[in-house]
């Protein structure tokens, strides 16, 4: 997205040579990079949603298996220390 705005502005300061910038003209190309934007970023949500649940309906349904050793699975469900360990030193 930032590639997206400095091509624009550049292209915007090429165009008004020695005249100044209107607002209106560069608010309307804002608005249109910032909906790009935030349909790019809900369309790949959406694709990465679908992917976990077809890879989890695979999972549950034995057409997928997690072949890694038992510890890789899943993180820790809690840290390899305690609190008291690190209060009492």
Known sequence: MK???TAWALRLILKMNDNP???TEAQK???YLDELYEKSAYI???RAKQFFEKV???MNTGKLVD???IRAQTAALH???TLNKMIGG
């Open 29 to 31: 190309v804002k608005d």
């Open 67 to 69: 072949r890694r050793p």
């Open 44 to 46: 790949g949500r959406r």
């Open 3 to 5: 590639e997206a705005y």
């Open 56 to 58: 989890q309906h695979e």
């Open 79 to 81: 840290p390899p220390y």
């Open 21 to 23: 910038i209107r607002w």
